[in-house]
């Protein structure tokens, strides 16, 4: 238990690396995942992160969206120390309670190593299956009070069951016949958030962890601001909440390689980040078709038309913004990159390595990159006093 509480509360080091398992090209299906968890624990990654996806933009000939909650289960039992979290789940397509439930049968059954990512959620995983699209206030007011009950239900047996009257959620005389979870007094909970004032406050007040994507160093400083802000407010230490950072590192010195990543790092750009564009005063054109990624609908992200309007709109973002979100280039200048989001406050790197060639940014990882962040921060523990004095 002794090696788990060290993982739990942070890496060996100080510097936490996640790897996200499919989700992005090339897709996997879920035997794949699989086995590349299995590789990233002995690769030395801390977390294994899946998508909670029912649909994504894609090729349709391609199955890449398994149940990230069943995939964890089965890499449980084939790991021992690395932590599993979903990148992320929206909090609107299951109840709590039975959220509760699967989450304290794979904290039992990986022995503590479980993590809940969880926010909004998109339009296309809501509207199709007939659950509705709230707007953005409302969603991240339910949020708040969906985390509240799970904690609440994390808690409790049936010796002392659970009453709850919320705007949005009910309970009366409830429990969740589980097991006692190894994680108390619950499980961690990081929220995806990118831009909004009301989700970041929220991360400040109840989050474990802050899951952004596709951030300037910036706005990171400025979104991060807001969060510890919150956190005083709340009575909370600023740094109990972990800030992440979303890397899409693309290691390579190959030109065509390097030219086809920024082409699709400027899509995702576009579509996932219309956000991020304005600050940079950048003018997107418009489109017939809704592109912004959390509202584009099930029809739009399977319309030919639609995603050659957001090819076109891709164009308009400068190669300088790319550079901003993304390190491209050889190994070294890859762990410069990261070492500048280090001293911006991030303590978790979750590295989407899809971009450029898989192969290659996986390669680099686990055998310069990684290694080299152990060594420095070893030494640290060794020489320098504990990284934790």
């Not at 039975?98 to 794979?106: E, G, S």
């Not at 990624?293 to 913004?321: G, V």
Request: with cysteine.
């Amino acid at each position: 238990m002794d090696e788990l509480r060290k993982y739990h509360f942070g890496s060996m080091y100080g510097l936490k690396f996640g790897l996200i398992l499919g989700g992005q090209p090339p897709k996997a299906r879920a035997t794949d995942i699989v086995e590349q968890g299995i590789q990233a624990e002995k690769d030395g990654y801390d977390y294994a992160w899946i998508c909670d996806h029912l649909l994504d933009i894609g090729p349709p000939e391609e199955p890449w969206n398994p149940d990230p909650w069943a995939t964890f289960g089965y890499l449980a039992a084939e790991t021992r120390r690395i932590r599993f979290c979903t990148s992320v789940t929206d909090y609107q397509k299951t109840h709590p309670g039975k959220l509760t439930q699967i989450l304290a049968t794979l904290d039992e059954l990986s022995r503590g190593r479980i993590t809940l990512g969880i926010s909004t959620g998109e339009a296309m995983n809501n509207v199709p299956f007939g659950v509705p699209w709230e707007k953005a206030s409302l969603r991240v007011e339910q949020l708040g009070e969906y985390i509240e009950v799970i904690r609440l239900l994390w808690t409790v047996r049936n010796t002392s069951p659970a009453s709850f009257q919320g705007k949005h959620y009910s309970l009366q005389d409830a429990w969740v016949d589980i097991t006692r979870a190894a994680q108390q007094p619950h499980l961690p909970i990081y929220i995806g958030a990118f831009a909004s004032p009301r989700l970041l406050e929220l991360i400040g007040r109840v989050g474990d962890g802050w899951f952004p994507v596709f951030i300037t160093p910036e706005l990171y400083q400025e979104k991060l601001k807001i969060i510890h802000a919150a956190a005083k407010k709340a009575g909370r230490q600023p740094d109990t909440v972990e800030a992440t950072h979303y890397v899409t590192p693309v290691v390579s010195r190959d030109s065509k390689t390097i030219e086809e990543a920024t082409r699709n790092l400027k899509i995702s750009i576009a579509s996932i980040c219309p956000f991020l564009c304005r600050a940079e005063g950048i003018k997107l054109p418009s489109s017939a078709h809704q592109l912004n990624y959390q509202k584009m609908t099930s029809s739009e992200i399977i319309s030919k038309d639609a995603m050659e309007d957001l090819s076109r709109m891709a164009e308009y973002i400068p190669d300088s913004l790319v550079s901003k979100v993304a390190p491209i280039g050889d190994a070294d200048y890859v762990i410069s990159w990261l070492e500048a989001r280090k001293r911006l406050g991030a303590k978790h790197m979750v590295i989407g390595p899809g971009f450029g060639l898989p192969e290659e940014n996986l390669r680099a990882l686990s055998e310069q990159i990684l290694p080299y962040f152990r060594d420095q921060e070893a030494d640290s523990v060794h020489f320098g006093g504990s990284e934790y004095a």
